[in-house]
């Protein structure tokens, strides 16, 4: 792990578009600000990880055959092309 020491107001850079900027420190918290581009999610580290554990749980369900399914669904012929 990298550790750095700043100050209000002071950023580090992570590549080329991750600015994470500290906006003011309290007694027992860091309020930090992060720039990022919209294409890189940015989340606290709580969120991440009940998404990841909601997408593995998801990943394991178990689903019903595929010959269940189509017994369920409504197929119709496929239309006629006209040329």
Partial sequence: MLV???RRDEAIVIG???EVRV??????AVRIGVTAPTQV???RREV???VRAANQTAAQA???PVAHL???L??????ERVE
């Fill in 41 to 43: 999610l940015v989340h």
């Fill in 70 to 72: 189509a017994g369920r």
């Fill in 4 to 6: 750095f020491t700043r």
């Fill in 74 to 79: 409504r197929l119709q012929p496929p239309l």
């Fill in 62 to 64: 178990v689903l019903p």
């Fill in 16 to 18: 080329d578009g991750i």
């Fill in 23 to 28: 906006l003011r420190t309290g007694k027992d």
């Fill in 48 to 50: 991440y990880d009940a």
